[in-house]
């Protein structure tokens, strides 16, 4: 982060916060023992080995990635309400690298984006109820923004998006949260090493969630990227759309599901083109106890030469896991989906097994060319032992290309640990 952008930031905090503590003249909430800073610390440590498996058509090697990540930190109690945390990630492959890190020059074998690193994942002050309901926070930092489809951390590869920005959240209002994030810059996952590791912008993000509407949430929310780089003018772009997610019960142990989202998007700031587009999924749903069926249709819309882009969001998460289509294409993208969520009966070392599938139709959405269809499946497992859990996780993911990029097949093998988020004086027999 340059020093102009972190003066702004660090200004605006100390604005903010002394605004709400004696502006508002509300009570002041927090702990008044200094020595909660450290009782009610938690700590960071979150292991992840995992080999990576891709078969690429046009490759004339297969990617095998073995990595390790490692992060490890804490975040403090609260003084008043203030507060503090951090994190540092490494991530180091084992053995040969015989996959394509997106800096190593090793272009015979297919992506796998997790390149050795080592870096500050995350390091902010925090206020949080210094007055009532309000929460303020500047540095580094994860942010997740409802289903990740415009904000996200991409927490699937093993170097976390993160930002450094300063964040406000107000919800005195009842049912209600009102959230206003600027983003000085942008962490991505390619690491310190690659010149896509780190994207400077003024980035503007208003969002507004009300829980009111029983058993309906309504988010809107806009979104004003302006980079700093003139090679990055072509992402420069205004979003402004609305999120709606619910379940209803009904008769048994059934239950209704229901998503949808809309988003305008055009061109903003230094953006040479002159676009607008549309994007809006519905994903209607049922589930029985904690199995649930999903349908979804998901378009984000092309005219040739541009498209509606999410360029923050966590990509993987959509679109197939098979990672076809983290850049809209031109032509824009229609994506029919099913996806499948079934927990396992099982005791003992079969207990808390969880299966899930995927399967998906792409289409241009401009022209209506057929891309190509995919298939994803998935087995998850989870340890608990006290003082964190390990998770164990089997991935498939097969897209078979008709008129897009070429047949991709990847599996993936996880092993992760992550300490329990338990305070200090948990550990120290203090509760």
Do not use: C
Not at 253 to 262: E, F, H, Q
């Amino acid at each position: 982060m340059n020093q102009v952008k972190a003066a702004f930031l660090a200004t605006g905090f100390v604005i903010a916060t002394t605004a709400l503590s004696l502006g508002l003249g509300s009570e002041v909430l927090g702990s008044e023992d200094w020595r909660d800073l450290y009782l009610d610390a938690t700590p960071v440590l979150d292991v992840r080995y995992r080999f990576e498996f891709v078969d690429q058509d046009g490759r004339p090697e297969d990617a095998k990635a073995n990595t390790v990540r490692t992060r490890a930190g804490f975040e403090t109690g609260r003084f008043y309400g203030l507060g503090a945390g951090f994190d540092v990630e490494w991530i180091e492959a084992i053995g040969s690298e015989d996959f394509n890190n997106t800096i190593n020059g090793k272009t015979r074998y297919p992506v796998v984006a997790d390149p050795d690193d080592e870096q500050i994942n995350q390091l902010f002050i925090v206020s949080e109820d210094t007055v009532p309901d309000t929460l303020v926070k500047l540095g580094r930092q994860r942010i997740i923004w409802d289903n990740s489809r415009f904000i996200g951390n991409v927490g699937f590869r093993q170097n976390e998006q993160t930002f450094d920005a300063l964040r406000g959240i107000v919800s005195a209002i009842p049912d209600t949260a009102l959230e206003y994030v600027y983003t000085a810059e942008v962490r991505r996952i390619f690491g310190d090493d690659s010149p896509a590791g780190s994207l400077g912008l003024d980035g503007h993000g208003i969002r507004a969630q009300y829980k009111g509407f029983e058993p309906l949430t309504v988010t809107p929310f806009a979104l004003l990227l302006d980079y700093d780089s003139r090679s990055q003018a072509g992402l420069d772009s205004q979003s402004y759309g609305v999120l709606l997610d619910g379940r209803s019960a009904l008769d048994g142990d059934w239950s209704l599901l229901y998503a949808g989202s809309a988003a305008f998007q055009g061109d903003y700031a230094d953006n040479p083109a002159d676009f607008s587009h549309w994007y809006y999924r519905v994903e209607p749903g049922v589930a029985y106890n904690n199995i649930k069926l999903k349908a979804g249709y998901e378009v984000l819309e092309g005219d040739g030469t541009s498209a509606f882009q999410t360029p923050l969001a966590t990509l993987h998460k959509f679109n197939g896991l098979a990672d076809q289509f983290l850049t809209t294409p031109p032509d824009g993208l229609e994506d029919l989906y099913l996806s499948l969520d079934v927990p396992l009966p099982g005791e003992g070392w079969l207990s808390d097994l969880a299966f899930k599938a995927g399967y998906h139709q792409f289409w241009a959405e401009q022209g209506g060319s057929h891309y190509g269809s995919e298939w994803d499946a998935g087995i998850f497992k989870k340890f608990d032992v006290g003082f964190g859990a390990f998770n164990l996780g089997a991935q498939y993911a097969s897209y078979n290309a008709d008129s897009f990029s070429s047949d991709t097949d990847k599996l993936w093998l996880t092993l992760q640990f992550k300490i329990s988020t338990k305070p200090l004086r948990g550990y120290l027999g203090g509760g």
